[in-house]
């Protein structure tokens, strides 16, 4: 079955100790991405992935960091957390930027 | 910068009437994408449909259109014949390039439109 799979679905973590938040998709999909979704803010994207080895910042990366190793997997690393990332994050893929993207289920983190 | 503004927190609409829901943008890359989907309550991320800024007519997919005007700079979603099942909230998202107009990876969300089909 074609999918985005996330680990972990749920997560209750304390200030400061690192996190990684895994991504993984099985359609060879050359473009992947992460969003943090808030209420009233909608989606806003952390960063993605056009291509192996080729990353870039959406428009809240700051305390976030990701690397694009192989083609499948986009783990996203949060070094050292703080309450304010307190949120649901989305991984997504696409076979390339310009087509429709698809999503994981979605990791709900909270940063005590 | 690119931008998505989604006027409607909520909307109302009877079963098996059509409802639009709007979503403006603000560009000026003349290339682009954009995008609606839908959130059910249960919180997946669901494609709905898509038009890019030089395709000739709207889109459509099923029961889902696009109102695509261009010089306007809107792209609301109409959904016909409405469903319970619509019920949900609808995000209207646009792809565009980078601060250093290196790819078009960027993806700007509205904040949403949650909305309730009743019987």
């Known amino acids: 079955e074609a999918q985005v799979t996330q680990n972990p679905r749920y997560l209750i973590t304390v200030t400061g100790k690192k996190l990684t938040v895994t991504c993984s998709q099985n359609?060879?999909?050359?473009?992947m991405s992460w969003y943090r979704q808030d209420p009233g803010l909608g989606l806003r994207q952390i960063y993605y992935?056009?291509?192996?080895?080729?990353?870039d910042k959406g428009d809240v990366p700051e305390g976030y960091k990701v690397s694009r190793k192989e083609k499948r997997n986009f783990p996203l690393i949060l070094e050292s957390p703080s309450p304010n990332q307190t949120s649901l994050y989305f991984c997504?893929?696409?076979?390339?930027?310009?087509?429709?993207?698809?999503f994981g289920p979605g990791t709900r983190l909270t940063v005590l | 910068a690119q931008k998505i503004t989604q006027t409607q927190p909520g909307m109302f609409v009877q079963e098996k009437e059509a409802v639009t829901l709007d979503c403006t943008y603000d560009?000026?890359?003349?290339?682009?994408?954009l995008f609606w989907y839908k959130q059910p309550s249960s919180g997946e991320m669901i494609f709905l449909i898509y038009q890019g800024s030089y395709d000739q007519q709207n889109a459509t997919e099923g029961r889902y259109s696009l109102n695509f005007q261009k010089a306007r700079k809107s792209a609301n979603l109409v959904i016909s014949a409405s469903q319970l099942g619509d019920s949900a909230m609808y995000f209207c998202a646009m792809r565009g390039r980078n601060a250093g107009g290196t790819s078009y990876g960027k993806l700007t969300f509205g904040q949403g439109t949650i909305l309730t089909v009743h019987p």
């Open positions: 997504a893929s696409s076979f390339r930027a310009v087509n429709e993207q698809f």
């Open positions: 560009t000026s890359d003349p290339s682009y994408g």
């Open positions: 992935s056009m291509n192996v080895e080729v990353t």
């Open positions: 359609m060879n999909h050359e473009y």
